[in-house]
Structures are given as structure tokens and as C-alpha cells.
């Protein structure tokens, strides 16, 4: 696992409850970006956090339904004053069209997992109860290459490769990342 922000590190799959969790005073931050879809504003955007030091833990980017926006979702760790610094010199960026920390506000947050682990007969029925309790669903059960797709919170996919990996050989680990939404009428939208 890569050293996280400023030499934090979390060990491989553990539970951590991350809106509460401090860091000192670094705290987890899910900030959602729109920014026009175009070549070079993803490199543009790392390249902020990564000339300041930071860590961006996990990213996803994809197009909205307007083809010229794309909705870019990253997780770092910062302070809230750090992070407020960053998102006022993300604006500045000519590629970014409208900024939220989701984690200043309600909101539903969720990652997906593609998990491909090796089985024997005997690991079959315990792999059922864990597949069961999770909702994962199986996309391919050959038992030499047995793979999954599971949704939910990041502490939940957590778990599940844990108790996954207990039971079966992992032998690959695939994870979209963060993705957040906020609650109720909040909409990041390109109208500012």
C-alpha cells in the first residue's frame, strides 16, 4: 500500500469509521468535482494536490450527463483549513466548473468491488453465507477464478475482503473508489 498524506498509512483492509476518525486534526475529505471533459483537466487538478503534498487516496472520474462535464470524486486527507485553501485554488483552475466537500454536509457515500478469489469444494459454503450477508453478487463461479461485485460503504468493502480473504485465496482486488452524493436537494450542478 502507498504511503498515504503526509506519511499516514492504513494498513490493508482495516475497519476504520471515517467520519469520525481524526488524524491530529487531518480529517477524511470526499471532494466532488465538476470540470469540463476535456484533455489535460484531470492531470491539472492532480497536479494541484500533488505540488502541495497531499495524497489524493482514491479517485473517480467520469462523464455526467452533459457531455462536455465530467463528475471527478476524490478522497485526501486534510484539515479543514488546508482542504478550504485547496478547493479556493481548484476554482482557480480554468477546467473546474463547480466544487463540494460532501463531508461538510449530508451525504450517501458508496464504492464498488470487483474481487476475484480462488475456491476449493470445501470453501464453497462458507463463501455463500459471506456472499449472502453482503448482497454480492457473482459474476463468474468458476471456483478457480470465482469473481464477485459487491456496493457499499468503504468500511463494509473493507470487511468484506477481509472475511473474503479468510475464507479464499484473493487473487485479484479491484476498487472504483469513493463515490458521494449528497442528501436531499443539495445538487452540484454547473450553475453556481
Do not use: W
Amino acid at each position: 500500500m502507498l504511503p498515504g498524506l503526509l506519511g499516514l498509512q492504513r494498513p490493508p483492509f482495516k475497519k476504520i469509521d471515517y467520519f469520525t476518525e481524526a488524524c491530529g486534526h487531518r480529517m477524511r475529505h470526499i471532494i466532488s468535482i465538476l470540470l469540463q471533459n476535456e484533455a489535460g483537466a484531470l492531470t491539472r487538478v492532480a497536479s494541484l494536490f500533488s505540488s502541495r503534498g497531499y495524497n489524493i487516496e482514491s479517485l473517480s472520474v467520469a462523464p455526467t450527463d452533459d457531455p462536455e462535464l465530467s463528475r471527478l470524486t476524490l478522497v485526501t486527507f486534510g484539515s479543514d483549513e488546508v482542504i478550504d485553501q485547496i478547493n479556493k485554488q481548484l476554482f482557480k483552475l480554468i477546467d473546474v466548473v463547480n466544487i463540494a466537500d460532501m463531508t461538510k454536509g449530508d451525504h450517501i457515500e458508496r464504492e464498488q468491488l470487483l474481487l476475484k478469489v480462488r475456491l476449493v469444494k470445501a470453501q464453497c459454503a462458507p463463501m455463500d453465507e459471506i456472499i449472502a450477508e453482503f448482497n454480492a453478487d457473482v459474476i463468474d463461479p468458476n471456483l478457480e477464478n470465482f469473481t464477485l461485485v459487491v456496493t457499499g460503504t468503504v468500511s463494509r468493502i473493507d470487511e468484506f475482503v477481509e472475511r473474503t480473504g479468510k475464507t479464499a485465496d484473493l487473487l485479484t482486488v479491484v476498487r472504483s473508489g469513493a463515490m458521494a452524493i449528497a442528501r436531499g436537494e443539495q445538487i452540484l450542478s454547473a450553475a453556481i
